[in-house]
Structures are given as structure tokens and as C-alpha cells.
């Protein structure tokens, strides 16, 4: 099992960044690859974007893609998500997951795909 905690959320105001971490601890090794999502009130848990932990290949969802950028550092076993040009839509609770089971790009969007998770994060971004 692998523990993830996620930090750096907060306010900020339309057109403005956040970057958030995502800290892996426990079995990182069985980790195929790391993705966020979020949920904001009243709405399904949304795709944002995964990284495979080994190439560091991406993928965006298309709401986000060009704004939000993920990168990951493996010596300290953490995943980044720099969020720019935030806009009010993006105001959700971000969670951080991990995938211990290949499986396909298309299939890395779906949260069945994650084994772990974390607390999640809230991000607000006012108008």
C-alpha cells in the first residue's frame, strides 16, 4: 500500500497559479504511475492528469491541457501539479492517486484505475 498526502492548495484569485505536491511513502516501489483528479460539490471525481512513474509520459485532461503542468521528482518520491491561469471552474478538492496495476492511457483516467489516495486538497480560485 502506498500513503499519499497532498499539499499547497489554497485561495487565489482568477488568472493565478498554485502548485500543488503529492508525497508518496510506504510501497512507492509497486507504483506504476500517479495521477490527480478532482471533485467539486455535487459533481463526480474528474480526470485532471497522470504521469507513468518510470517514463514520465503525461496525459491531460483536455480542460486543463496547456494550463496545468505535472512533473514528478523520484528521489523524493513526489508528484507536482503547477496550476496556472487558474479559472473559478477549477475550484474542486484535488486528490492525488497511485496505480500499482498496468493498464492503458484511457484506462488511467478512470479513479478504478488507482489503488491509492489521498486526503485531498482543496483549491478555490475566486472571480
Known amino acids: 500500500q502506498v500513503q499519499l498526502v497532498e499539499s499547497g492548495g489554497g485561495l487565489v484569485q482568477a488568472g493565478g497559479s498554485l502548485r500543488l505536491s503529492c508525497a508518496a511513502s510506504?510501497?512507492?516501489?509497486?507504483?506504476?504511475?500517479m495521477g490527480w483528479f478532482r471533485q467539486a460539490p455535487g459533481k463526480e471525481r474528474e480526470f485532471v492528469v497522470s504521469?507513468?512513474?518510470?517514463?514520465?509520459?503525461?496525459y491531460y485532461a483536455n480542460s486543463v491541457k496547456g494550463r496545468f503542468t505535472i512533473s514528478r521528482d523520484n528521489a523524493k518520491n513526489t508528484v507536482y501539479l503547477q496550476m496556472n491561469s487558474l479559472q473559478p471552474e477549477d475550484t474542486a478538492v484535488y486528490y492525488c492517486a497511485a496505480g500499482s496495476r498496468w493498464s492503458s492511457t484511457v484506462v488511467r483516467t478512470t479513479p478504478t484505475a488507482y489503488d491509492s489516495w489521498g486526503q485531498g486538497t482543496q483549491v478555490t480560485v475566486s472571480s
Open positions: 510506504g510501497r512507492t516501489s509497486s507504483t506504476y504511475y
Open positions: 504521469i507513468n512513474w518510470s517514463t514520465g509520459s503525461t
